[in-house]
């Protein structure tokens, strides 16, 4: 039987002008750029960097570090993967076994595209390796599906919200029904459930600069899927605080009068890739004539924001487009450092209820409430403490410089940085029945232990999502999006000068 013919679902052709020379000599018989991404890796095995040797800071490989395992490492998919290209695992690599077991703990960190000496792309191998397993034939679960699918459920979630936050609070209450949806839908038992908010975000939010005010800077943000259903306030918090820094905010709507727009990263994650690009052309169409004008895009979620600077790129789209708003996205971060250098933005000084109650404002918080009046931080007061845990891919897009100088301009405000790889939950991976343990030790690494160490009235940062979640669920403490943070300490709209 011939080898399963492939029809490759990423744009691989950037990487035809790689493998010659006698460095390539492995190059697989099959796959084309596909193979020559994969025979990118050389064996050097600086993926397999254990903690405690130099490098540990770094963050990959993740799942290497929690099983030791050559399997469970860049080098070692890398190395399978060409296996399969040779055809040396079947006919039908893709669909059947060896392969799946050597990517099902890869957490799509982007640390090896960042780390490796050859940037091999193990987050992109990954997604074109599932997107085969299903064109290959094999059926997506349930689950998968529905995290696939999880921008289109979560408005119908909240439109169910009187019946899901029973079921959900009940799910946690009683383990047996717990247990019984892990067997039945393979999501882990032990992790608690995000709830939908009551009002998305974009349903009722309306930028309040008045059109007329041309003269100031725009920009566009984008409100995520999940700060839209899940996390309204990170998405007051942003838009409380460009605006109050002076900025005329648009918020993304969909030009075409369908659903919100989405990014793709769960479809993309996924291995769906028709999906992907499908949400990712919607967007696009969207940002285009913000882009145009000029406009910078600023993301709050990480890996959202992932989706714009990197994974469009490989998704077959208008290359002038994808070049442009990959151009123009910053993450939070990124704008206020720039806006900070320009000295456009003087950030002002943290508010007294900070110094004393961390957690009033944190998850149900009405950001929109009055400030408390303002206090200089004295001599004879502490200073707040900040704990940050940076998401994998502000790691992989270098965006935490950004981070260190917007918490530098702080006044009286002490930064300290957990040293931490993957959180562990990466997305879907957390929530993976079979995969909790693995989560949970690679938070445990670091991340975890850091947060229990923080004293009660530090505040924790992290703009994942799925960070915030897995800090929920292993330490028993809420944490913050910097757009949060920002918003508690900042008084605004005094506090903020242009
Ligand atoms: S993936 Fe990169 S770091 Fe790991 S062995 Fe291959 S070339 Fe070396
Ligand atoms: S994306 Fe992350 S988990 Fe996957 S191979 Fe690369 S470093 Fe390891």
């Given at each position: 039987m011939p080898f399963q013919a492939l029809d490759l679902q990423?744009?691989?052709?950037?990487?035809?002008?790689?493998?010659?020379?006698?460095?390539?000599?492995?190059?697989?018989?099959?796959?084309a750029g596909f193979g020559k991404a994969a025979a990118l890796c050389i064996g050097s095995r600086q993926c397999q960097k254990a903690i405690g040797q130099a490098g540990e800071k770094g963050v990959m490989c993740p799942s290497f570090r929690v099983t030791q395992d050559d399997l469970h490492s860049t080098r070692g998919r890398a190395a399978l993967l060409r296996d399969a290209l040779n055809g040396t695992l079947g006919d039908r690599p893709f669909v059947d076994g060896a392969l799946d077991a050597a990517m099902a703990l890869c957490v799509a960190c982007k640390g090896c595209k960042r780390e490796c000496p050859n940037g091999v792309d193990m987050a992109a191998l990954r997604a074109e390796t599932l997107a085969q397993r299903w064109a290959g034939g094999q059926r997506m679960s349930l689950r998968a599906r529905l995290f696939a699918d999880l921008p289109h459920w979560l408005p119908r979630l909240r439109a169910w919200r009187w019946a899901v936050l029973p079921a959900l609070a009940l799910r946690e209450r009683i383990p047996l029904l717990a247990r019984a949806v892990e067997r039945v839908l393979g999501i882990a038992a032990r992790r608690s459930l995000p709830r939908p908010a009551a009002r998305p975000f974009l349903t009722h939010a309306t930028?309040?600069?008045?059109?007329?005010?041309?003269s100031l800077p725009e920009v566009v943000l984008l409100v995520d899927c999940f700060a839209n259903h899940l996390e309204p306030d990170v998405a007051h918090a942003a838009l409380s605080l460009l605006e109050s820094s002076g900025n005329r905010v648009h918020l993304l709507r969909p030009t075409d009068g369908g659903a919100a727009l989405c990014c793709g990263r769960t479809a993309y994650s996924s291995g769906r890739i028709d999906a992907a690009r499908a949400h990712a052309q919607r967007l696009l169409d969207a940002l285009a004539p913000h882009v145009a004008a000029g406009r910078s895009v600023v993301g709050l979620e990480p890996s959202c924001l992932s989706m714009l600077r990197d994974e469009n790129h490989q998704l077959g789209l208008d290359a002038s487009r994808v070049q442009a708003v990959s151009k123009a996205s910053l993450m939070l971060e990124e704008f206020l450092a720039r806006e900070l250098e320009a000295k456009r933005w003087v950030p002002g000084t943290p508010r007294p209820s900070a110094l004393t109650d961390p957690r009033s404002a944190e998850s149900g918080a009405d950001p929109d409430r009055p400030a408390p009046d303002r206090a200089q931080p004295g001599a004879d007061q502490p200073p707040i403490q900040v704990l940050v845990h940076g998401h994998c891919h502000q790691k992989a897009f270098g965006t935490l410089k950004a981070l260190r100088k917007v918490l530098g301009a702080l006044a009286g405000v002490q930064v300290d940085w957990v040293e931490s790889s993957c959180c562990g939950m990466a997305g879907s991976f957390g929530y993976e029945a079979e995969h909790y343990d693995h989560s949970m030790r690679m938070a445990e690494l670091a991340l975890l232990p850091a947060v229990r160490a923080a004293q009660p009235e530090a505040h924790v940062v992290a703009s994942g999502t799925s960070c915030r979640q897995q800090i929920r669920d292993g330490a028993g403490r809420d944490s913050l999006h910097l757009a949060q943070l920002l918003h508690r300490l900042l008084a605004a709209p005094s506090g903020s000068v242009r």
């Open positions: 990423l744009d691989w052709t950037p990487y035809y002008s790689y493998g010659e020379g006698d460095a390539y000599a492995a190059l697989p018989a099959h796959g930028a309040s600069v008045a059109p007329s005010e041309a």
